[in-house]
């Protein structure tokens, strides 16, 4: 006798959302309590809008809000609800594949889940501003540290009508993201909508970006209606508001299932380090032919990544930008780890002592 929760009923009204056998079988000793299987679709202070094969549930999360903020139920979870109840809770969460995390604004060492379950982080940049490169490899770093497979889009093609300066954009953005592809796209126009809805027919994607990237009209685009309100970004510097305030989970018309977020303005590391050296791919694979295995890119000899920054093979904003997230990184995770703290500590230290013998080097020389 086939269960309830691998039912054809279930994976049909589920298989819009994600649903598969896998989940399936994740699911299978909650099914045994009689318990539904869902996904978030959104989350608002302690409680979150379920779809199940019953339709549309609100649930409580309190069972499962653990003071551990990485914990809590989020959009994008794959979900066990009570069938019945007023109100409904959640009783557990499946584990996750993927979950997309930064660090909190708080002085606390502390995640923040923003998505889970997510197989395309797409990070929506506007061509209404300047690039910014350094918040583009700031967002990879994440996306890649999630397990997802980053997608650069810079919206807003149609304010850059000069088709050299589009393509000269876009190349800035490949050399800062390697191994990403860079989509440019009108919400306007339509160009380049299409190759984006053949790669998000393919699973779960989350949209990413600050506020007045165009997330809200890029998502209205591939849900073929105006679902997101949308808000126009101030002339003076492209910046929108948050028109978005939650993560809203929308299965797409044409395959596939969208969250789309609130605007970031804060993106922090959250113990990045394998992100951080996938967007910066280049410089880890120089550093592999240093001469010495930990070394600084300062002035040691036999530096690998020193020579191609003096041949102009390697930009100088790139390696300062190497340096400012893996240092952040560290701070991150030395808050939660003693180990790692007491590295850094002797690391500062035997750097000061080799400063003051260079000083003292230099001094006798002097006299």
């Given at each position: 006798m086939t269960s309830t929760s691998t039912s054809t009923s279930v994976f049909s009204a589920l298989a819009p959302y994600g649903w598969d056998s896998a989940w399936a079988d994740a699911f299978t000793p909650y099914d045994a309590e009689g318990l539904l299987p869902g996904r978030v679709v959104r989350v608002d202070r302690g409680q979150c809008d379920v779809v199940t094969a019953d339709g549309l549930v609100r649930a409580d999360t309190a069972f499962v809000t653990p003071h551990d903020p990485m914990r809590v139920v989020c959009t994008g979870d794959w979900v066990a609800v009570e069938p019945a109840g007023n109100p409904q809770y959640v009783r557990a969460y499946l584990p996750r594949r993927t979950a997309f995390v930064r660090?909190?604004?708080?002085?606390?060492?502390?995640?923040?889940?923003?998505?889970?379950?997510?197989?395309?982080?797409?990070?929506a940049v506007s061509l209404a501003v300047e690039l910014d490169l350094g918040r583009i490899e700031r967002f990879l770093a994440l996306a890649w540290e999630?397990?997802?497979?980053?997608?650069?889009?810079?919206?807003?093609?149609?304010?850059?009508?000069?088709?050299?300066t589009l393509s000269h954009?876009?190349?800035?953005?490949?050399?800062?993201?390697?191994?990403?592809p860079v989509l440019s796209v009108s919400a306007l126009?339509?160009?380049?909508?299409?190759?984006?809805?053949?790669?998000?027919?393919?699973?779960?994607?989350?949209?990413?970006?600050?506020?007045?990237?165009?997330?809200?009209?890029?998502a209205n685009a591939l849900l073929g209606e105006d679902v997101m309100e949308v808000q126009a970004a101030r002339d003076v510097d492209g910046k929108g508001r948050h028109t978005t305030t939650t993560r809203n989970l929308l299965a797409l018309p044409g395959g596939g299932v969208l969250i789309d977020t609130p605007g970031l303005r804060g993106v922090g590391l959250w113990d990045a380090e394998t992100g951080v050296g996938q967007v910066f791919s280049e410089i880890e694979a120089l550093a592999e032919r240093c001469r010495f295995h930990d070394c600084a890119h300062d002035s040691e000899p036999g530096c690998a990544v020193r020579s191609a920054l003096d041949a102009g093979e390697l930009p100088e904003r790139r390696l300062e930008s190497y340096r400012k997230l893996v240092r952040e990184n560290q701070r991150i995770v030395a808050k939660t780890d003693a180990r790692l703290r007491a590295e850094i500590k002797r690391d500062w230290k035997r750097k000061g002592a080799e400063g003051r013998a260079a000083m003292e080097a230099k001094r006798g020389r002097w006299q």
């Amino acid at each position: 006798m086939t269960s309830t929760s691998t039912s054809t009923s279930v994976f049909s009204a589920l298989a819009p959302y994600g649903w598969d056998s896998a989940w399936a079988d994740a699911f299978t000793p909650y099914d045994a309590e009689g318990l539904l299987p869902g996904r978030v679709v959104r989350v608002d202070r302690g409680q979150c809008d379920v779809v199940t094969a019953d339709g549309l549930v609100r649930a409580d999360t309190a069972f499962v809000t653990p003071h551990d903020p990485m914990r809590v139920v989020c959009t994008g979870d794959w979900v066990a609800v009570e069938p019945a109840g007023n109100p409904q809770y959640v009783r557990a969460y499946l584990p996750r594949r993927t979950a997309f995390v930064r660090s909190t604004s708080s002085k606390r060492s502390e995640g923040q889940i923003l998505a889970a379950n997510v197989d395309h982080a797409i990070v929506a940049v506007s061509l209404a501003v300047e690039l910014d490169l350094g918040r583009i490899e700031r967002f990879l770093a994440l996306a890649w540290e999630s397990g997802a497979q980053p997608l650069v889009v810079l919206t807003k093609a149609d304010l850059v009508p000069d088709a050299v300066t589009l393509s000269h954009l876009v190349q800035d953005v490949e050399t800062t993201a390697p191994g990403v592809p860079v989509l440019s796209v009108s919400a306007l126009d339509g160009a380049g909508l299409d190759v984006l809805v053949a790669v998000v027919s393919g699973g779960t994607s989350v949209l990413l970006g600050a506020s007045g990237a165009g997330k809200s009209t890029l998502a209205n685009a591939l849900l073929g209606e105006d679902v997101m309100e949308v808000q126009a970004a101030r002339d003076v510097d492209g910046k929108g508001r948050h028109t978005t305030t939650t993560r809203n989970l929308l299965a797409l018309p044409g395959g596939g299932v969208l969250i789309d977020t609130p605007g970031l303005r804060g993106v922090g590391l959250w113990d990045a380090e394998t992100g951080v050296g996938q967007v910066f791919s280049e410089i880890e694979a120089l550093a592999e032919r240093c001469r010495f295995h930990d070394c600084a890119h300062d002035s040691e000899p036999g530096c690998a990544v020193r020579s191609a920054l003096d041949a102009g093979e390697l930009p100088e904003r790139r390696l300062e930008s190497y340096r400012k997230l893996v240092r952040e990184n560290q701070r991150i995770v030395a808050k939660t780890d003693a180990r790692l703290r007491a590295e850094i500590k002797r690391d500062w230290k035997r750097k000061g002592a080799e400063g003051r013998a260079a000083m003292e080097a230099k001094r006798g020389r002097w006299q």
